[in-house]
């Protein structure tokens, strides 16, 4: 039987390349986003690698949404073992300008919905006595850094959460475990560089070298594949004993 994948946030960037690695493994894929051409991108997916797939563009800001979303990957899939939380959005001011809007937008996609997502898929991997839960956090999950106090916030939250789904998953062999990258680029640290350059007076060129780049010691962008493999090591049969535990794909960032 091939298992099958939600992977929320898979129509963009370290999403889409977690989606690939997990159809190259023959994977059913249940893509999710809000790119206008997810359709394509899951289409194109399921061709090349000869995988079922489906798509949704499930809103992450309302609960009702996600458990929607849950419950179409089971009807459609028949279940569902791995639930990638990797969707997320980013927004950077000082803390004074920074808008409650884009604070509670950056809470609820981020770490709110991890939550209502793994909440709702619980009793299914309880049922199957399987499901590997993998979030998406970052570096500052771990690690702070200034004019990013919402998304830090969100991060080590989804962290704290990943340790108590790992203790309430471990009498039904479901383990949760997260992922923390530095620097990956994709369309959402595109944004950023814009953002951050003007937060900090600086060109983007400076940013990334200044900014960016300053506290990873291997002095590169973290790549997607990297992170699609992890998640790929985590989802097997045989790492039933990994939970509860923080990756940091960081170049070396929280070494420090
Ligand atoms: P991205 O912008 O390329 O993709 C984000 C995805 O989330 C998109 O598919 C988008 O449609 C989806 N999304 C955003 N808001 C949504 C909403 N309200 N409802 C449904 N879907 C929504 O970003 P990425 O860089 O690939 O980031 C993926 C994850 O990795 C995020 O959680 C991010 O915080 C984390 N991360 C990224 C980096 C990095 O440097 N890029 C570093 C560390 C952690």
């Known amino acids: 039987m091939n298992k099958t994948v939600l992977i929320t946030g898979s129509t963009s960037g370290i999403g889409l390349a977690i989606a690939i690695q997990f ?3 023959g994977y059913q894929i249940m893509f999710h986003g809000l790119e206008p051409n997810g359709q ?12 079922k797939v489906a798509i949704s563009n499930a809103n992450l800001l309302s609960s009702e949404d996600v458990e929607n979303l849950i419950a179409q990957t089971i009807g459609i899939f028949g279940h569902l073992h791995v639930l990638v939380n990797n969707a997320g959005i980013q927004y950077v001011s000082p803390i004074e300008d920074f ?11 981020n770490m709110n919905a991890v939550f209502y997502a793994s909440k709702a898929v619980w009793n299914q991997m309880k049922r199957q006595q399987f499901g590997r839960i993998i979030n ?3 570096v500052h999950g771990l690690r702070a850094s200034e004019f ?6 969100a991060k080590h939250g989804v962290i704290g959460l990943t340790k108590v789904l790992a203790l309430e998953g471990a009498p ?5 475990n997260a992922i923390c990258p530095g620097y990956v680029k994709t369309p959402l640290v595109e944004g950023q560089i814009i953002d951050q350059a003007k937060a900090h007076k600086m060109t983007k060129e400076e940013v990334i070298e200044k900014v960016m780049l300053k506290k990873q010691a291997v002095k590169q962008f973290v790549s997607v594949e990297a992170i699609a493999d992890m998640a790929l090591l985590l989802a097997k049969d045989t790492s039933s004993t ?3 535990t923080s990756f940091a794909l960081d170049g070396g960032w929280s070494a420090q």
């Open 23 to 25: 159809a190259k493994e």
């Open 40 to 51: 394509d991108i899951a289409k194109e997916v399921g061709e090349r690698y000869k995988v």
């Open 99 to 109: 808008p409650n809007s884009k604070y509670e937008n950056i809470i609820g996609i």
């Open 136 to 138: 998406i956090s970052s």
């Open 148 to 153: 990013k106090s919402a998304y830090v916030a």
């Open 172 to 176: 039904f062999n479901i383990t949760c």
């Open 242 to 244: 990994i939970t509860g």
